[in-house]
């Protein structure tokens, strides 16, 4: 599975947009972009995934740039609640989910 | 939405006993769990890989013989610490997919496990 790459931590004023990048140079045309994320002692949660497309839910925005390089997750409005560890993973469908060090989220009223 | 469970939540234990800890997935069925390995300030490490009917497939350096794994049915994996030592001290989580050809995982809550 390809390797990512994220900055260690970041912080995020409440209400404002939290832009988190991902750099993933070599990944693969079957590999997905998933990002997961973990609040301090619980199991991870699911956030979004993406093959080539943008995508949104309700939880996020997940821009990928055209030549599958690199990905922002976007969470629109940032509460004291998204503060965490944010997980950027690629991996073939039926693979393992290899996590790297993530970026730790902090964000401050 | 699809719920993972795991229990117990926390444990302590003395050195030199065995201790199981159960993942359930609550509302689908999954042939395949993972069981993730958490220090304090560290990243998740994959451990094992849970085969519904089958041998557990572990990942290098895991210990196959002090982390039993058995995946009795579709809905339960359990991960039992052998002969359990300080250095065993951990927060184990496990995860599994939901549906066929899906790769988003489920997570429990994990399970913190302390050895005296």
């Known amino acids: 599975d390809a390797k990512t790459t994220q900055p260690t931590s970041m912080d995020c004023a409440e209400g404002r947009a939290a832009n988190l990048p991902c750099n993933h140079s070599?990944?693969?045309?079957?590999?997905?972009v998933y990002w997961y994320r973990q609040i301090h002692s619980q199991g991870p949660q699911y956030i979004i995934h993406?093959?080539?497309n943008n995508e949104t839910n309700e939880m996020a925005s997940l821009i990928i740039t055209e030549d599958r390089k690199s990905s922002t997750l976007i969470l629109p409005h940032a509460t004291l609640r998204d503060t965490a560890v944010y997980y950027c993973i690629v991996h073939n469908q039926g693979g393992k989910l290899i996590f790297g060090q993530g970026t730790e989220l902090s964000v401050k009223p | 939405g699809a719920v993972v469970s795991q229990h117990p939540s926390w444990v302590i234990c003395k050195s030199g006993t065995s201790v199981k800890i159960e993942c359930r997935s609550l509302?689908?069925?999954?042939?395949?769990m993972f069981w993730y390995r958490q220090f304090p300030k560290q990243s998740l490490m994959l451990m094992a890989t849970?085969?519904?009917?089958?041998?557990?497939?572990?990942e290098q350096g895991v210990e196959k013989d002090k982390f039993l794994i058995n995946h009795a049915s579709l809905t339960l994996s359990t991960l039992t610490v052998t002969s359990a030592h300080p250095e065993d001290s951990s927060f184990y989580i496990c995860?599994?997919?939901?549906?066929?050809?899906?790769?988003?995982?489920?997570f429990g809550p994990g399970t913190r496990l302390t050895v005296l």
């Open positions: 849970s085969n519904e009917g089958s041998k557990a497939t572990y």
């Open positions: 509302d689908f069925q999954a042939t395949t």
């Open positions: 993406g093959l080539k």
């Open positions: 995860s599994a997919p939901r549906g066929a050809g899906t790769d988003t995982q489920y």
């Open positions: 070599t990944i693969s045309g079957n590999e997905y």
